[in-house]
């Protein structure tokens, strides 16, 4: 294209940046570092805005929702696509989270900000002891495996009539107000979103997607795979502790639903909305899912099937997830330049 004695010609708006160097950005001017971080700062800021654009309690309480199913989604991500654990077990890491906080927080007498943290911790470990016998265990034998804990977990409970049986713990702290319970959720979601984002390209990440990819060149090297797959089921698995016990302080109640296996289930479907294998991607099919699954919620039981073809359409027409496809489009944005 020719305006005036200047010649343009059309340029893909990462080209200059990808020639520099591969894999280490070097910025020539403020237009690549605001192509950069854009993604990344709609995100953080769209999560940050979000409680102060919505006057709505109701949907407010939604948005502290999505988050607990984005840190359940985050982990089903973690442990499937970077270390080759397809894990059903969301809701178990839910429910061991969301009563070990509820004990500390009732009958110790921890405040419910401790509560979580110990719970967290001490969650991830119990949930990495029982499944520790799992761990040789690969594909759909995992999966299999993973979703039986939740299922033993409610039933016992209500077998036994412990930890207040089928009617559950009540009496559990909220956390200090409402704007505390909205900003301390999105907070620890957007630092445990990044700090995985860190880790996945740190020695150790390349480690687990060895381990992933062909476990027997790990062993042969050397390495306990088995340690590895613990240490990864172990974040994982406190991740899902933090979001079941962030929930009971929502709700103020710790019961058996803590084991639901839509705890288990929506995750996966939102990892497969979002983009599998891309962490943010997860994030992402949850800002749609769940809200989607709220505005059903008058359907009833019909809700399901409206659900069930969201999800189809996805799975067929865009497999790769949201986030796959909107980098790609992302980074084919064209600019003009003169020659």
């Not at 939102?270 to 962490?279: K, P, R």
């Not at 659900?307 to 996805?314: D, G, M, R």
Request: net charge positive.
């Amino acid at each position: 294209m020719t305006t005036g004695t200047h010649q343009r010609r059309k340029e893909r708006i990462d080209r200059g940046i990808k020639v520099r160097t591969e894999g280490i950005y070097a910025l020539m001017s403020w237009r690549e570092l605001v192509y950069l971080i854009m993604p990344r700062f709609v995100i953080i800021v769209g999560l940050l805005v979000a409680p102060l654009m919505i006057p709505d309690m109701y949907w407010q309480r939604v948005i502290s929702i999505v988050c607990i199913y984005a840190l359940l989604a985050l982990s089903f991500d973690f442990l499937a696509h970077q270390v080759g654990l397809v894990s059903l077990g969301g809701a178990f890491f839910v429910g061991v989270g969301g009563y070990l906080s509820a004990v500390l927080n009732s009958v110790f007498g921890f405040a419910a900000l401790l509560s979580i943290a110990v719970a967290t911790l001490i969650g991830g470990i119990v949930c990495t002891l029982l499944l520790l016998p799992c761990l040789p265990l690969r594909g759909v034998y995992f999966a299999i495996v993973t979703l039986m804990y939740p299922l033993f977990m409610a039933r016992a409970i209500e077998a036994l009539d412990i930890l207040g049986g089928t009617d559950g713990i009540m009496g559990i702290d909220s956390l200090p107000s409402a704007w505390m319970e909205q900003y301390f959720i999105i907070g620890m979601l957007l630092l445990f979103l990044f700090g995985m984002r860190r880790l996945v390209n740190t020695d150790l990440g390349l480690v687990l997607r060895a381990v992933k990819d062909n476990d027997q060149a790990v062993r042969a090297s050397g390495m306990n795979i088995t340690s590895y797959k613990a240490l990864a089921v172990f974040i994982a698995s406190a991740i899902g502790c933090f979001a079941g016990a962030s929930l009971v302080h929502i709700y103020m109640w710790a019961g058996i639903s803590t084991f639901a296996l839509d705890f288990s289930v929506l995750p996966i479907a939102a990892t497969v909305i979002g983009g599998s294998g891309t962490l943010v991607g997860p994030v992402i099919g949850c800002l749609i899912l769940v809200p989607v699954s709220e505005l059903l919620r008058d359907f009833g039981t019909l809700r399901i099937v409206f659900y069930s073809l969201i999800l189809l359409a996805f799975v067929v027409f865009r497999s790769e997830g949201l986030m796959v496809y909107g980098q790609r489009k992302y980074h084919q944005i064209e600019r003009w330049k003169k020659i």
